[in-house]
């Protein structure tokens, strides 16, 4: 088995004349977490929706486990175990937080009309949403309304959705953004447990939660890779502390966002 889970291969996308990500050479080590960082507009999420295939490449491949997905759908991705949270909490606020984790395992189906069917068949989901309730600490949450919940708890409940389709690899887009530092550190120990035994990628804009949760970081500015490496390696480079703060200071302990 390969070292390398993800990576990308001249990886570009243009928009009418803009290019918006430029030859991204991403590689990505199974079993570890990879941070995506850079300043505003730097590409990060359209590189997301590149790997994720919310948008199609212009240029380039993007091999996953050892093969080109890069013509595949989204859900196509999600069934080979690439899945993704955004940026904007997607839960469906009406249903208890049990029911979102019941929906998300209920993707074990298929195609099926679970609508026509008693909701006694879908209880049978429910003794494994309870255990991913408990990974991210929402077990006392369960028959909550998911809209009543604060920002930081919307954000495990999310992951504990994600978890539910059982991904060999997560890809996370700013799983801290807008949260209280109570909240951060909540799910920074949630990507922590989380982590272990698969592989993360995730974009964030706060660099102490980069530097204390990645083993790899690759940084971006204007579509294009700057500097890899780990966080002490990327803090020190010129061009990194160049792109975001104008100066020479190390960036270590500063917020981007992206």
């Given amino acids: 088995m390969s070292d390398t889970i993800l990576e990308t291969e001249g990886m570009t996308k243009e928009f009418r004349g803009f290019v918006a990500v430029s030859d991204v050479r991403l590689q ?31 240029r380039g491949k993007i091999i996953y486990e050892g093969r080109d997905i890069t013509n595949l759908k989204p859900a196509d991705i999600a069934r080979l175990g690439l899945v993704r949270s955004f940026q904007i909490s997607a839960v469906f606020p009406h249903l208890t937080v049990l029911e979102n984790v019941r929906l998300a395992l209920q993707r074990a189906r298929g195609n099926s009309f679970d609508f026509w069917r008693p909701e006694s068949l879908l209880k049978r989901y429910d003794s494994r949403a309870m255990e991913l309730l408990e990974d991210v600490g929402l077990t006392e949450y369960a028959r909550h309304n998911a ?29 801290t953004a807008g949260m209280t530092h109570d909240d951060v ?18 974009v964030e804009h706060n660099l102490k939660v980069v530097e204390g949760l990645c083993d790899t970081i690759t940084v971006l500015a ?28 190390g960036i270590s302990g500063g917020t981007a966002h992206g």
């Fill in 28 to 58: 990505v080590r199974r079993g570890t977490i990879h941070g995506l960082i850079g300043p505003n507009g730097a590409g990060k999420t359209t590189c997301f929706n590149l790997l994720t295939k919310f948008l199609p490449v212009t």
């Fill in 147 to 175: 809209g009543e919940l604060s920002y930081g708890r919307k954000r495990a409940l999310e992951i504990a959705t994600t978890l539910a389709l059982e991904p060999t690899m997560m890809l996370l887009d700013e799983p």
């Fill in 185 to 202: 550190d909540r799910i920074v120990a949630l990507v922590r447990r989380v982590a272990a035994g698969r592989t993360v990628l995730l």
């Fill in 222 to 249: 204007r579509g294009s890779v700057l500097a890899q490496g780990d966080y002490a390696t990327v803090s020190r480079n010129p061009d990194v502390q160049a792109a975001y703060l104008g100066t020479d200071p």
